[in-house]
């Protein structure tokens, strides 16, 4: 993986007339909700990811493509949360140390420069996440005791594709540009939630529209050189899909569940760039 990385570096630098590298953090939270009958359990599966992200654009004319990878280089100490009701009325709770052992961000883009102040583009976008959940602790509200679990109890993984459209609206005065960029895009979500305490796991696939936004301010020191401080915020929802549940080994599913999915996810990044 990492000798592909250094090669596709390599390979994209020859061709590139613009490269970049930033530092991202990323906050947010991916969620399910489940549903039977009566009982509902919701379970949050929180970021607070650092990112490195470097991206290649080359450009022809008025048009341009663009390329970036982005990979987690630290994280903070959070907890994922599970919730369960009946009828309403809370039955168990618990809560254990997330860490995303796994983060992968791919993304292209293929635009077309209008004007000084306005572009498109469609893009394409891969993510790829595993969150492994240790050291449970669950309050029993029927009782109100207390369960601790050490070692590993469960791991979330995700794959998600975008299909989209973009635009950037930019007010530019002397070396500052005031960039606004909203976007549309089309998404299937896989996710396979392993239970690994009780000997099952689910799938859950997801369809629908996601809305970006992105904010940033560009300072271009030279005509080489580039700073940019952006902010955005992604939000995809799919409150109609249905959860598959398996026993660990089978391929069969044993039952099917009525679920939604929420993702919200919000970037803060500082990015360096240089033209050649």
Avoid: C
């Avoid at 906050?27 to 909700?33: F, K, P």
């Avoid at 990112?51 to 390329?67: E, I, P, S, V």
């Avoid at 679990?149 to 975008?162: A, F």
């Avoid at 997801?206 to 030279?222: D, F, P, Q, R, W």
């Amino acid at each position: 993986m990492k000798k592909l990385f250094l090669l596709s570096v390599f390979s994209l630098s020859l061709v590139a007339s613009e490269i970049s590298l930033s530092l991202k953090l990323l906050e947010g939270d991916d969620a399910y909700v489940v549903r039977q009958n009566n009982l509902k359990a919701e379970l949050i599966f929180p970021y607070h990811l650092y990112l490195a992200d470097l991206a290649f654009t080359t450009r022809k004319k008025a048009f341009y493509l663009k390329g970036s990878l982005s990979l987690p280089i630290a994280q903070e100490n959070i907890k994922g949360e599970d919730f369960d009701w009946d009828n309403g009325v809370p039955t168990f709770y618990s809560n254990s140390d997330d860490e995303v052992t796994k983060y992968l961000d791919l993304y292209g883009e293929l635009g077309h420069k209008l004007t000084k102040h306005f572009s498109y583009a469609l893009f394409l976008q891969l993510q790829k996440s595993t969150h492994t959940w240790r050291n449970l602790e669950q309050i029993d509200y029927s009782d109100n005791s207390l369960i601790q679990v050490t070692g590993t109890v469960l791991s979330y993984e995700q794959n998600r594709y975008d299909v989209g459209i973009k635009s950037d609206f930019s007010y530019v005065h002397k070396k500052y540009a005031l960039t606004l960029s909203p976007a549309i895009s089309y998404v299937n979500h896989e996710a396979r939630d392993n239970h690994l305490l009780r000997n099952f796991y689910t799938l859950q696939a997801n369809h629908g529209l996601a809305m970006k936004l992105t904010s940033s301010l560009s300072y271009h020191h030279t005509k080489k050189t580039k700073i940019t401080l952006a902010y955005a915020i992604d939000s995809f929802k799919d409150n109609n899909s249905n959860m598959e549940y398996f026993f660990n080994g089978t391929t069969t599913p044993y039952k099917v569940l009525p679920s939604s999915y929420e993702s919200l996810h919000r970037y803060l990044s500082l990015t360096l760039g240089y033209k050649f």
